[in-house]
Structure formats: C-alpha cells, structure tokens
C-alpha cells in the first residue's frame, strides 16, 4: 500500500539534520563511565594484590593462568548475559557444562564413539536442555527460575547415572584410546602458545566477539533487549517473544557445553561434579558487569571485565593464602558492593 | 502563629523544579484552600506532574516553600495527610484490594492484616465491597482506579490530590467520583484537581489555574471559568490546534474490513458483523465488560475469536497481522529500557537489518528521525531515555511506532489517555492524516469527547452485541452525542467481566 505518511518518511528522512548525533555522545559517556569506573576497580584491586603478594601476582605465569581461569567464566557468563538480557534466568548452565564435559568423555573413551561425534553428542545434550529450559518458560509458562532449578537437578542426575560417578580421563581408562585423538582433543585447550598464552583465552576472544555481534549489532540482540524490557510490548509490537527466549537459553546452555569441554580439554580429566562451583561465581561475574536480574540491560564488555575482576579475586585471594572461606565472604562483598553502586547511580541518572 | 493554623490549606511558593537542563517548574505560586475544589489545567510539559510528584515525594524540588495548615511542609511527616490519586494507579497487583488498602497501615505490627473488615465502611462507600478479595491485577482499569480513591479514602486525609483520576472511568463512573469530591470538600477537606477536560474543570472547579511552562499564568475564579476562557489560555501563543475536522464518509464504498458472525473464544461478544470503510475511524463504545475492548483486540489478534475476519484481499491471521495495535496502558506499550528513537523503529527494525542479521543503526536512527518528525514527537534528542518524555509525547512515540510500518488497519484502545489538550489534538490530526491514506483506523474510547472529536462513526457495545451505530457528524456538540449513546447503552448492568491487561497465550 503506498501511502502518504511512506512519502513523508522518506521526505523527512532526506532532511534530517546532523543535530540527533548530540544525543548518542552522551549515552556513550554514560556506558563510558561505567566501564571506566569497572576498569578503575580492577586496576586499584590489582594494585592491592600485587603489593600484598610481592609482586608474585604480577608474574607472568600467574596472570596467565588467571586469564585461562576468566575464559571459562566469561564463556559462561556471555550465554548467561543473553539469558538475562531477555528478562529471564537460568540455573542450569552449572549442571550442563558438567553434564557435556562428561558425556564427551564416557562417549569417547567408554563407548569407543570418535572423539568429535563425542563432542557432537554433547553438543546436541546441550541443545536439547536450551530447547528444554525454552520450552517450558514459554510454553508451559513455568517461571524460568524453577524451570530451570529442575532442569539443573535432573542434568545432574543425568550426569551421575551416564559417569557411574566415577572420573574419566582418557590417559587412564580402562579401553585403549587412539593417541592422535587424545593429542587432538588436548591441543583443543593445552597446547603451547607464543608467549605461554592459554589457548582457553583464544577461545574467549572468537567466542566473545561473536556475542558482541549479536548482542550489540544484531537484530536478534536488540530485540532481546527490547523483549527484556517489556515482554507484553513486545508481543504488542508482532515480536515472536517465544522463539527469541528460547534462542536465549539455547545459546547460554550451548556455551555452558563448550566451556565443560575446553576444561576437559585443559585437565585431561572430568569428574561427574564439575561445574558446580560455576553458577555463583558467574552470577556474580555477569552483574558486577551490569546486566540486570530483572531484563533489559547486558554488554559483552561490561561481562567480560565483571570476569576478570572475579578472576583476580579469586587468583590474588588464593595467592594470599587467604583460604577458600575467606575467598567466599570476600567475593560476595564485592558483588553486592557492585550491584549497590550500580542501582545508586542508575538512581542519580534518573534523577537529573 | 495564627491562631487557627489548621485552616489555611496548602500554600505553595516559588517552587523550583529542574531536570537537567529543562525547567519544569520556575517558580510556581499557588494556594489551595480547604472546602473548595481547585483544578489545575496546563499542556504537556508545563509541570503539571512535577507538583504532584513533588506533593508525592516521589522527587524533591530544588528550592521553593511549601506550606500545609501554616507549617512548613514536611515530607516525613504530611505524606499520610496528602493522599493521591494517579492517572495510572499505584497499586500492589499481586494483593487484594482490601489489602491494598492496609499496606503502610496494617493494624498490628507482626501478623498479616485480615482483610477488609479495617475498611469495610470505605469499600462499600466507593462499591468495592463485592471485589474486597479480588487481587487487583484480576480487576479492569476503572475498578483499580476505585481502588487508588478507596485507598485516600481510608487515610482520612487532608489533602486530597485527584490526578487524571477518572481518565478511564465511564460517565457514570466519574460523576460518582465528583460527587464524592464535592463532599469531601463539603467536610472541609483540600481537594486539587489535575485534568485535561475543561468541561469537567469548568464544571466542578470553584477556582482553576493555568499552569503553562511551570508558572501560573491566570488564575479562573467561578463566575469567569468556562471551557472556552480556559482553551483560551492554554493555546496562547500556539499553533492552531482545532479540533479534527471530519469529512462525511461514503456509505458505497467497498468496506476494508469486514467481521462476520465474530465471535469472541469466551464470549465476550458474539455474532458482531460489522463493515469499516477505507479512510473510516470508527470508534467503539461500552463499558468495561460489554466486549468493546476484547472485540478491539481481537481485530490485531489479541484476544482470540472465531468466524470470519476479511481486511482488504486477505482474511484470518494474515488479515490480523496487517492491523497495528496499540494498547491504552503506556506500560505495556513502550520499552522504558530503550531510547525514544528505538521506541519509534522497533517494529520496523527487521526492515532496517541486513541479510546478515546486522541491525543498520544509522538507517534506523535516520528512520526514527523522520518519523519524530512526521508524527511531532518533541524530544531532546532521540537517545534520549523514553521515560523522560511527558506523557503526550510518550503515547505519540506509541502510536507513531505503530503508524509508522503502515498497517492496512490500527487498533487503539483509549489513544489519548492521561495526553494534554495540544497533543490531544495533534493524535487526532495524525489518525485523520493516516486513514486518509487508504487505511482505517478503529479506537476503543471511553470518553465521549473524543468520540466526537476524532470519530467519522460510532459503534455502542453493550453485552457483547452491537446495539446501536451512529454517524457523529449527524451531532452538532458533544453534549448530544453523548446522550445518543447513553440512551443506546441503556441501562446496562454494573460490569462484572474484566478485561485481560495482557495479550493471550499463542494469540500473537
């Protein structure tokens, strides 16, 4: 249908004028100082560390397994973000990043299976458990907190019954497994690098710019913001709200699986609890980084330094033999501290 | 110290106001004394809302005095004797209406408050009583409404400020509540209020001051307000904003749309057939219950009916995903989490992506530039945050939004709910302009006003049938078009039904 007010967009569209570039400055010197102020944290709380620790902190080899410690968080922690970025929550990512470092492995080495259709097994299990947690969000309506506090229950149990509970490494299993895919699937995550650089930290970086892609130039990452900021709107507006929070929490499950199998990679072994250590530490990570609980508000940049921070209290507490209870205390300080200050100045930017 | 401090009302002076670098109040003076009625009229933006944010504590005021009985005023300790009532209400959604009533005033400080005997007197005074124990998000917009008047009520308050409170009460709804504020005024109380409608403020108001750009321009005292005084200070120094001209429709032309044996999924309409012509706005009246709204909805497809639905060549959900729909709550009509220029091309922006799946951000802010624009949205800039808009502007960004991918047909519950005179008059221009393009326009109206003020043609729901349609051109004011619907509607029964604030599972 042509219609008058098409002509009139267009003729308006011809005439619009340089002034509207005013505006986009200052919400980046708005997301500006947050980072900035993120930044500042890490630099002072580095600071602190490397005097406290004489400067061991500082050494290479410790800043680089801390870097390979913060790539598993922020794999993570970057589905996480698109979970939450939706308006949604997902308790399970813990579980399934367990669940497909140790399907990989019994698949592998106990079933015989080629390492990469083990992975590929693993993968699709993750998928499944995205499509699961989507399902009955939106469809069963369920809310995705208790959805997914089951799905992450029943992965568990999943991960018990197919380990016998036992631990697998595929050095010292008990079937012969082909030495070329034992070194393939190690190079995945430990092997050499210039400069001794984590391969895990390479992962991050691709993995990482895809998901700034989608989350900050994408269709599909605006309107996951746009449904995390009002579902109902949303729907109003013929946005297909199901099938964008069901893509979220495929997304977050599937990185969850990739990180589960990097580590694997890394240790060369799987044991049937990993990942339960995950779901705080990378809660914590990805709202020190400002996306919001509530919907509507996540950057890959703010989860990546919430991620490191997390990564460097977790290195330069343990450096200080601090021991782990007083790591515990110590990292929830921080995470409240950061999302008080967070709420505190949202509240100032609406005030003026 | 006077020697009857408790007399004299509020007494408001010099208030100042800013955010950032707009003036929302600049020095506002203004008194409010007990026992009379004072009505605030202003346009969008001249700091109607930042009086009553101010009064509400909901924001402090950067200087100015604030007076109640000859005190200073203070915040801790008036707030319960200042009660208000919002243009959009306030509410716990997920408790009871009697418990609504309760919170900030329970009875014991360790159990949790029984229900509505506290203020049974109050519910049955406002015709509650019946809904004490219905949650309030199972309620339709006018019962919520009662609920926030019911809710001052119960504080016994000094002061009572009505904001926009009848914006989506029917006719009988709102005389009631101005019957009620007379008497409290009668018992001495402080009443203000705040509204867009000269008809009522002329009529109920014993003073009326005009408020443009955060200062009192005139003050109306009873034997000089009339609704033509009062329009005519707030268009000084404006553009024409008349009122939308209409053009008699032809009868002969094919219809775009047309509803057969349309029958709501729950029945709340039935059997409704019904033609809209091409250029046509027609307006669909009745109260909460009589299917006005579902039978408005279910046109986008939001509510789900059966029978046949014909737009244009297509019929069914093909049809139904032609129609733009735009509902009357702005809460669930815009993204508070976006800027007013995503606000304005988020329906739009699978048009403004690649076929990589890039979202073209500059297309889409030169998009939303225009469409600002066309559709005289008035904003600093475009990334500016939508919630910093007045609410005019805020519902022209909604409706905007949904004009701007130029459906076949757009369906609009209440369009200028809570808006000022100027962008009142503006949205209907705009619905004019658009239907005039070859596209319809159907809105769900409460007040009649707008009935006669935007509408070619008006449809009476009562009970989920049709039963009466009237060409408003045929009426010379909106006095007597509003008795013609009147006498259509009947006497139909209080409604019992409520209306669905949300879209339905699987309708979209």
């Not at chain 2, 000859?70 to 509410?91: F, K, N, T, Y």
């Not at chain 2, 200070?233 to 553009?239: A, F, P």
């Not at chain 2, 329906?347 to 951000?361: D, F, M, P, Q, W």
């Not at chain 2, 009466?468 to 006095?479: F, H, I, K, P, R």
């Amino acid at each position: 249908m042509s219609s008058e007010p098409a002509a009139k967009v267009k003729q308006a569209v011809a005439q619009t004028s340089p002034g509207a570039e005013k505006g986009r400055g200052q919400t980046f010197l708005r997301e500006f100082g947050r980072t900035a102020g993120l930044i500042g944290t890490i630099l002072v709380i580095m600071a602190i560390f490397a005097i406290a620790s004489g400067g061991l902190f500082l050494q290479p080899e410790n800043l680089l397994g801390l870097l390979r410690y913060m790539s598993t968080l922020a794999i993570v922690g970057l589905g996480l973000t698109a979970v939450l970025i939706v308006g949604e929550i997902d308790l399970s990512f813990g579980a399934v990043y367990g669940l497909s470092a140790m399907l990989t492995a019994v698949a592998w080495i106990s079933w015989g299976w080629n390492i990469a259709a083990a992975i590929g097994l693993a993968l699709l299990v993750a998928i499944c458990v995205g499509l699961f947690n989507g399902f009955f969000t939106t469809v069963a309506k369920i809310p995705s907190f208790i959805a997914t506090l089951g799905a992450s229950t029943l992965v568990f149990g999943f991960t018990l019954l197919v380990s016998g509970s036992g631990t697998f490494s595929p050095m010292s299993g008990g079937r012969e497994v082909d030495a070329g895919q034992i070194s393939w699937f190690l190079g995945l995550s430990n092997q050499d690098l210039p400069f001794g650089l984590p391969m895990g930290a390479i992962w991050m970086a691709v993995i990482a710019l895809g998901f700034w892609y989608i989350i900050s130039k994408s269709l599909f990452g605006f309107r996951l913001k746009a449904i995390g900021g009002n579902a109902v709107a949303a729907q109003f507006a013929r946005i297909p709200v199901r099938r964008y929070k069901i893509w979220a929490f495929v997304i977050c499950a599937l990185a969850a699986a990739v990180a589960g199998i990097l580590t694997f990679s890394f240790i060369g072994s799987v044991q049937p609890d990993s990942g339960a250590g995950l779901l705080f530490p990378s809660f914590a990570a990805v709202v020190i980084g400002g996306a919001s609980l509530s919907g509507g508000r996540g950057t890959v940049l703010g989860t990546l330094l919430g991620c490191l921070l997390l990564a460097i209290l977790n290195n330069g507490l343990a450096l200080m033999a601090a021991g782990a209870f007083l790591q515990q205390i110590f990292i929830g300080v921080v995470t409240i501290a950061a999302v008080v200050l967070d709420q505190a100045t949202q509240r100032w930017r609406k005030e003026r | 110290m006077s020697a009857e401090p408790a007399k004299s009302g509020i007494e408001i002076q010099n208030l100042v106001k800013t955010y950032g670098d707009t003036v929302a109040l600049g020095g506002l003076t203004l008194q409010a004394r007990p026992g009379e009625i004072l009505g605030i009229a202003g346009p969008n933006g001249a700091g109607k809302s930042t009086i009553v944010k101010i009064l509400a504590r909901e924001t402090q005021q950067d200087s100015g005095r604030i007076t109640l009985n000859g005190l200073p005023w203070s915040a801790e300790r008036d707030a319960h004797r200042v009660a208000i009532v919002h243009q959009e209400p306030q509410l716990f959604p997920n408790l009871t209406v009697a418990e609504n009533l309760l919170v900030g005033a329970e009875p014991s400080r360790f159990n949790r408050p029984k229900g509505r005997d506290a203020n049974t007197e109050v519910l049955r005074e406002v015709g509650l009583l019946e809904y004490a124990d219905a949650t309030v998000d199972s309620l339709p917009l006018a019962l919520q409404q009662r609920t926030e008047i019911a809710k001052a009520l119960a504080k016994n308050a000094d002061v009572f400020l009505f904001d926009e409170p009848n914006s989506a009460l029917t006719e009988n709804e709102s005389a009631e509540l101005f019957d009620r504020m007379h008497s409290l005024a009668g018992q001495g109380k402080v009443i203000v209020l705040v509204s867009h409608r000269l008809g009522e403020l002329s009529t109920h108001c014993d003073r009326v001051v005009v408020v443009v750009d955060g200062c009192v321009r005139t003050e109306l005292v009873t034997p000089d307000i009339n609704e033509e005084r009062i329009a005519r200070e707030l268009v000084v120094g404006r553009s024409g904003a008349g009122a939308a001209d209409r053009t008699a429709r032809e009868a002969a032309a094919p219809p775009l749309l047309r509803l057969t044996q349309w029958t709501h999924r729950r029945a709340r309409f039935a059997d409704i057939e019904l033609d809209v012509a091409t250029g046509e706005i027609l307006a669909v009246v009745g109260v909460e219950g009589s299917g006005g709204r579902e039978l408005v909805r279910s046109m986008a497809g939001f509510e789900r009916a059966k029978g046949l639905l014909k737009l244009g060549s297509r019929s069914g959900s093909a049809a139904q995903s032609q129609v733009a729909y735009v509902t009357g709550d702005r809460s669930v009509s815009l993204f508070e989490n976006l800027s007013v220029g995503e606000n304005l091309f988020v329906r739009e922006a699978s048009r403004l992506t690649t076929r990589a799946g890039t979202l073209n951000r500059s297309a889409a802010h030169r998009w939303a530039a225009a469409s600002q624009k066309t559709f005289l949205v008035k904003t600093a800039t475009l990334d500016t945050p939508i919630r910093s808009l007045s609410g005019g502007n805020q519902q022209k960004v909604a409706i905007a939004s949904a004009l701007a991918i130029r459906p076949i047909l757009i369906a609009l519950e209440e369009p200028t709910r809570g808006v000022d005179l100027a962008s009142k008059a503006e949205i209907y221009r705009l619905l004019r302009d658009y239907s005039d393009t070859g596209a319809a326009v159907v809105m769900y109206c409460t007040e009649d006003s707008e009935v006669f003020d935007a509408a070619d043609r008006v449809i009476v729901l009562s009970r989920g049938r049709i039963v009466g349609s009237l060409l408003v051109g045929a009426y010379t004011d909106a006095e007597s078009l509003a008795e013609a619907i009147a006498s259509l509607a009947g006497s139909d029964a209080p409604h019992h039904h409520h209306a669905d604030p949300h879209p339905q599972d699987g309708a979209a």
